[in-house]
């Protein structure tokens, strides 16, 4: 399975191809305009989500309610291109017209600058069109379908905000990857802790009226992974390292860890390796989850426990000082409409990238035509795993 995402954030539409799923998945609009109402409600977000109402059409790939194993394509509007319809013309304009919304002082920690130089814009909005995270709108319609997929063969998937600002939560021992997507849904900055809910909003609020902005750190977990997806035979097959790179090309993210993580550098071997336990009815499994569901690249059976850091959000509406392009003079960087936070939609996102990887892997390592025979080919490996 591979997909492409296109579209500016204030063009016409945002277009995504998937290919190579199964026939035979059900699949509802629906079923991804959930997903996308998940990623716009966040708290700490701006005036955009208010213009914008992320409904797909599917115009391939997918009838009768199922998939047809051609390429899928999926189709977002942006509602908010009524407002820009001249500065985002496709048609040349005149160069009193370019000049409208040209950005000319780049934002430190946007995209802004290096992709000036890099693609030789005069005017920096070709860059900020593209780098804008409207793009995590598509990727988070085909984590959506990923998702559905994921859930027919009973592999669920959840996200949630650990620390925003500073503000860190616990989070409760024991629950189920349902559990923790219920009660992630239930708080308006999806954090799992009710005692950190209004602190962390006060830090966003805080943020918001001091003219800055903040970041945080959010997780995912994937629960009933089957033993032995990706591989440690090449680089490039672990899918630890799949993930990650997923997570980090979320817009604005750093970083990201599986398990204790970082921790692992401060703890003795014994404190990190889950001893190996095996039950009749469970098979193998683990004594603990310190390595996040991976070893070797390869998921080990246990839940895949994977965090990602997000950067406070670069467009600051008390500007940093930058540089005018033209002049090269200091002035103040260029102010963008934009959130003060998007910790929690990002949590959405990083849902979305991780379901997709492990879709991605589940259809590797099976014969996937067809949906029919997919589920066959799990439920029959996992009982191989189960008495190996
Ligand atoms: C859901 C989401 C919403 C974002 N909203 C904004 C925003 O309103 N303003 C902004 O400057 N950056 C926003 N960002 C971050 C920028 O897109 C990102 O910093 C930029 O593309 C540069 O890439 P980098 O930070 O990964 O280096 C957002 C990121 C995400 C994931
Ligand atoms: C549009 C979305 O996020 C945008 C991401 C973004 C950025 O620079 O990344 C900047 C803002 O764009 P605008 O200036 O149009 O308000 C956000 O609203 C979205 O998430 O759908």
């Given at each position: 399975?591979?997909?492409f995402?296109?579209?500016?954030s204030?063009g ?8 190579g ?29 208010l ?7 599917i ?19 942006n ?12 048609e040349?304009?005149?160069e ?5 919304r ?23 909005r ?8 409207r ?62 809910d209004?602190?962390?909003?006060q ?6 009226k ?30 630890d ?11 604005a993210?750093k ?26 009815e ?10 996040g569901?991976f ?7 246990m839940?895949?426990?994977v ?11 008390k500007?940093l000082?930058?540089v ?15 959130d ?12 979305a990238v991780v ?10 390592k099976?014969?996937?035509d ?7 080919l ?11």
């Open positions: 399975m591979r997909y995402t296109a579209g500016e204030h016409p539409e945002l277009t995504a191809i998937i290919e799923l199964p026939a035979g998945i059900p699949l509802s609009m629906e079923d991804i305009n959930q997903e996308l109402a998940r990623r716009q409600v966040g708290y700490g977000r701006g005036g955009r989500m213009i914008e109402k992320d409904q797909v059409r115009t391939s790939g997918v009838r009768h309610g199922e998939t047809l194993g051609s390429p899928i394509t999926l189709v977002v509007e509602k908010d291109w009524k407002n820009w319809q001249s500065v985002m013309s496709v040349a304009v005149s009193k017209e370019k000049k409208k040209r950005v000319a002082k780049p934002r430190p920690g946007h995209a802004d600058l290096v992709g000036g130089i890099k693609y030789g814009f005069n005017d920096l070709n860059v900020l069109e593209r780098s804008s995270a793009e995590t709108t598509m990727r988070v319609a085909i984590g959506a379908v990923a998702k559905k997929l994921l859930k027919e063969l009973g592999i669920d998937v959840a996200g949630h905000v650990l620390e925003i600002g500073g503000v860190r939560g616990t989070v409760p021992e024991n629950l189920t990857v349902k559990e923790i997507a219920e009660r992630s849904e239930a708080s308006e900055v999806r954090c799992l802790d009710p005692q950190v209004l602190e962390m909003k830090v966003i609020d805080d943020a918001k001091n003219g800055n902005t903040v970041g945080g750190v959010v997780e995912v977990i994937v629960g009933n992974v089957p033993v032995g997806l990706g591989s440690y035979t090449q680089w490039d097959q672990k899918l390292a799949k993930i990650a790179q997923a997570v980090v090309s979320i817009n993210f970083g990201a860890e599986f398990g204790v993580g970082f921790e692992a550098a401060r703890l003795p071997g014994s404190e990190v390796m889950d001893e190996i336990i095996w039950s009749e469970a098979g193998y499994t683990r004594s603990n989850n310190n390595l569901g070893e070797g690249g390869m998921t080990n059976g839940p895949i426990v965090r990602g850091v997000m950067k406070p959000i670069p467009t600051l509406y500007p000082m930058s005018d392009i033209d002049s090269k003079e200091v002035y103040k960087a260029s102010v963008e409409r934009s003060s936070c998007a910790v929690p939609a990002a949590s959405v996102v990083a849902e379901a997709t990887e492990v879709a991605k892997a589940v259809l590797n099976f014969e996937s067809s949906f029919a025979r997919l589920v066959e799990v439920k029959d490996y996992r009982e191989y795993t189960r008495t190996f």
